[in-house]
């Protein structure tokens, strides 16, 4: 069993910045992949940032350039940087771990950005 952290999240201007972060924890566990996911009201939860174990980095297209994606392995951690923020990226954020075959997740953090 994989319990995942979050923290971070808040209430930022547009324009500004937050960074969450994610802390794995639990029992002779491997992570493969790592990553956030974000679900507005009334939308459906969409892919925002992943990393695998190696460092390779995909992103959601809106937020490509605003938002860096990181992992510390020897902390089981991943952080999402987020700059820029718009009031469009208001969601909750849940990270993620792959610890095959099964897939973990946070509780997910608040983020709102007001206009």
């Known amino acids: 069993q994989v319990q995942l952290v979050e923290s971070g999240g808040g209430l930022v201007q547009a324009g500004g910045s937050l960074r969450l972060s994610c802390a794995a924890s639990g029992r002779g566990f491997s992570i493969n992949g790592m990553g956030w996911q974000r679900q507005a009201p009334g939308k459906q939860r969409e892919l925002v940032a992943g990393i695998t174990s190696g460092g390779s980095t995909n992103y959601e297209d809106s937020v490509k350039g605003r938002f860096t994606i990181s992992r510390d392995n020897a902390k089981n951690t991943v952080y999402l940087q987020m700059n820029s923020l718009k009031p469009e990226d208001t969601a909750v954020y849940y990270c993620?771990?792959?610890?095959?075959?099964?897939?973990?997740w946070g509780q997910g953090t608040q983020v709102t950005v007001s206009s």
């Open positions: 993620y771990a792959r610890v095959s075959p099964y897939i973990y």
